[in-house]
């Protein structure tokens, strides 16, 4: 108990001073890895956030951020995407960029009127995977449609989608204007289940109180509110609640021995020389071809500060594991019950943990490959996104237990 206490001060004391201290200058200079020449137009942020900037027509660039971890991404048409994990409060000299020319031709530019009819019904698959179906996700358009690269799989049932620049994306109802680098899209339509990755960058249209009200809205139950509160401490009196999910058995399919016995019985009967197998047997052969194991979610809570290896920057997650995640503050909403008939009364999500991940105090985590959400946090995609460095207006205290 004494130990949890000090790695959870420890965790307050770094995000206290971290909101305390200034901002920081990111500078630097993007050249061509193959001429040394420099770039310019090249767009540079930090991942997730709204800190940014544009290199000059010296391919110099120079912007405010906030101390703490971050992924400084570097875009460029042309170029490879170039990445590189930033603690920005420890630079101490400007950053030189080398970015590699792509190795393959990006797909030319197709006029509205050369579009076949299904790039359209494509259009919508991937708004609604890509954006979401929330309330939040209705408000959004996508300003550059025509740089999307949409291919449909009839055969497989898939969609993939690629772009030839940044998703130019506009949030009227949260307030951002987005700039999305996607890196990859899949759709599986049979099962329902999307993934995506890329790094966003966030610009404020106006700053306005009724953002803050419907932002606040969007972070209560989010991942980033539920990764951050677990760091915080906060996890149980925000509303939260964890309990591991493991495979066990499944108690209501027969004994691989018990099925061959019944076959055989069925086998002699056929051939004349055997007893009429009985309703019970009958049912038993009903359950031949149930899953071997079945999830087990556990009754006690999961007690995540025994799990996270804290430190003084953030928190280590190790895989494998997989939670089911409930969040009692706010019902589910209307429209998710309406679309994917689940009637819960608490909003509801699995998390997979696939490998080892590493989770900051801001409520980000990296890599983003690491976890894997299905139910409520999943419905809940771009339009309902929020800067890493988004502040809440209150984060409540848990009572250590």
């Known amino acids: 108990m004494i130990l949890r206490l000090c790695l959870m001060a420890l965790i307050c004391l770094w995000v206290s001073e971290t909101q305390a201290q200034r901002s920081v200058t990111v500078s630097g200079t993007v050249v061509d890895n193959e001429n040394g020449e420099a770039l310019p137009g090249v767009n540079v942020f930090l991942n997730n956030t709204s800190f940014k900037g544009q290199t000059d027509l010296d391919g110099r660039f120079q912007f ?108 009227r109802r949260l307030g951002y204007r987005i700039a999305f680098v996607l890196e990859d899209f899949a759709l599986d339509i049979r099962r329902n289940v999307v993934e995506y990755n890329g790094y966003t960058s966030f610009a404020e249209l106006a700053r306005k109180s009724v953002y803050q009200k419907r932002r606040e809205k969007a972070y209560q139950g989010s991942i980033q509110h539920w990764l951050k509160s677990m760091l915080l401490g906060t996890s149980v009196d925000d509303g939260f609640r964890s ?69 003084e920057e953030g928190a280590t997650l190790q895989a494998p594991l997989r939670l089911r995640v409930v969040y009692l503050e706010e019902p589910p909403s209307a429209l998710y019950r309406q679309q994917t008939h689940v009637y819960r009364e608490e909003q509801t999500s699995h998390v997979e943990v696939k490998q080892t991940v590493r989770i900051y105090p801001d409520g980000h985590y990296s890599p983003t490959t690491a976890l894997l959400f299905t139910g409520y946090m999943a419905w809940e995609r771009v339009g309902d996104m929020l800067p890493i460095n988004f502040e809440p207006v209150s984060q409540g205290k848990e009572t250590p237990r």
């Not at 101390?67 to 170039?82: A, D, K, S």
């Not at 960029?97 to 009819?117: H, Y």
């Not at 007893?275 to 809570?301: C, G, T, Y």
Request: proline share 6%; charged share 25%.
């Open 64 to 171: 405010s951020a906030g101390p703490g971890n971050f992924e400084l991404i570097v875009h460029q048409q042309g170029y490879r995407t170039y990445l590189l994990p930033l603690k920005t409060d420890t630079l101490k000299a400007p950053l030189r960029i080398d970015l590699r020319p792509l190795s393959f031709e990006i797909p030319a530019l197709t006029v509205a009127s050369e579009r076949a009819p299904e790039w359209y019904d494509n259009l919508i698959l991937f708004k609604e995977a890509f954006l979401g179906t929330t309330a939040n996700a209705s408000q959004c358009t996508i300003d550059n449609e025509e740089q999307l690269v949409l291919d449909l799989d009839r055969v497989r049932g898939t969609l993939k989608a690629s772009a030839r620049a940044p998703i130019q994306i506009t949030n």
């Open 243 to 311: 309990y591991a999910i493991s495979r066990t058995y499944n108690p209501e399919k027969p004994s691989a021995d018990t099925l061959r016995q019944i076959q055989r019985s069925v086998a002699a009967f056929r051939a004349g020389s055997g007893e009429k197998v009985s309703l019970r047997q009958r049912e038993l052969l009903s359950k031949a071809n149930l899953p071997d194991s079945i999830d087990l979610v556990a009754k006690k809570m999961w007690h995540y500060w025994e799990a996270l290896a804290i430190d």
